[in-house]
């Protein structure tokens, strides 16, 4: 290792005094971007694209400007939620997000691929590449709230997240069945040696309340994500439950109908911040 010159921005050597933000990517120079809070979750298909639109569009009802940066890029899912299938435009001075009906700006892979379902079969470092580019080159338009649905899990893409765009929170999705194990605990810390505080835990499809006397059934048992948010620390929790009026609406392209208020709680702590 050469001498150090405590510059980080011309050193790319691994050292205990590099701080993680000396990799932070500038945002494109027409954007404003306020606050940026990304969604993790342990695993695939527990709902973190649901939590990232509902938060999103939680935000966006309070009067928030509210904008979704889609880093799943093998697993996009937010565009079809939304209806959107345009494909992104772009102008000298970067790429346009497309608008969801109700106003929230919107980037994913899914807006530059030829066909919605071609799949993406690129490596790591490309799909780490093509999110640095969602934030240098596509030009968000005065964003108070931007949400990153992260791809799940601590790889590669989710460390570029967290070094390149200036994430001021995490917001940690799980299932109940994920509450119980140590899957919560791998994205607690990883926060942690990022300096990103966790915000809050969403349990996602906590309970099943019965259409006809709103008794609510925790089908895959009692919930333990109070206990856990108090082991890690984490002021906040919300519970969505699992709930086939949300698929559906997801699956016509319609989330932005959904009336579902459960994650007002967090939506008004992350107004403050
Ligand atoms: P992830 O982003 O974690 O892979 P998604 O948000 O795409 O997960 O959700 C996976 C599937 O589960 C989708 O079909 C979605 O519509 C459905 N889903 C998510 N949350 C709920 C819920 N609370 N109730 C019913 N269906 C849900």
Redesign the pocket.
Same mark, same amino acid.
């Given at each position: 290792m050469s001498e150090c010159t405590h510059d980080c921005s011309t050193c790319g050597e691994s050292c205990a005094e590099r701080d993680p933000k000396s990799f932070l990517k500038p945002v494109n120079q027409y954007s404003t971007v306020k606050k940026v809070i990304a969604v993790v979750?342990g695993k695939?298909?527990? !709902?973190? *694209?649901?939590v990232t639109s509902l938060m999103a569009l939680s935000m966006n009802r309070s009067g928030y400007k509210t904008a979704i940066l889609d880093a799943?890029v093998t !697993?996009p *899912?937010i565009p079809q939620m939304f209806g959107i299938h345009q494909k992104a435009e772009g102008t000298e001075q970067g790429i346009l997000p497309a608008i969801t009906k109700g106003g929230i700006e919107l980037m994913s892979v899914n807006l530059l691929l030829k066909n919605e379902d071609d799949p993406v079969v690129w490596r790591g470092p490309i799909i780490a590449g093509t999110v640095e580019q969602f934030w240098t080159d596509v030009i968000w338009n005065d964003v108070d709230y931007m949400f990153v649905?992260m791809p799940?899990g601590t790889g590669d893409v989710p460390l570029t997240v967290f070094q390149s765009l200036p994430v001021d929170g995490i917001l940690v999705?799980a299932s109940p069945q994920e509450l119980v194990g140590m899957i919560v605990g791998k994205a607690v810390k990883m926060a942690g040696l990022m300096n990103i505080p966790v915000l809050g835990i969403v349990e996602?499809?906590a309970y099943f309340a019965c259409p006809d006397c709103g008794k609510k059934h925790y089908i895959f048992g009692n919930s333990n994500v109070d206990a856990i948010a108090k082991k890690y620390d984490i002021a906040n929790t919300a519970q969505?439950?699992?709930?086939?009026s949300?698929?559906a609406l997801?699956?016509r392209g319609a989330i932005e109908d959904c009336q579902g208020e459960w994650l007002a709680s967090l939506a008004e702590m992350i107004g403050k911040l």
């Open positions: 979750s695939g298909g527990v !709902g973190k *694209s649901m799943d !697993g *899912s649905d799940p999705v996602n499809m969505i439950p699992l709930d086939p949300l698929s997801s699956d």
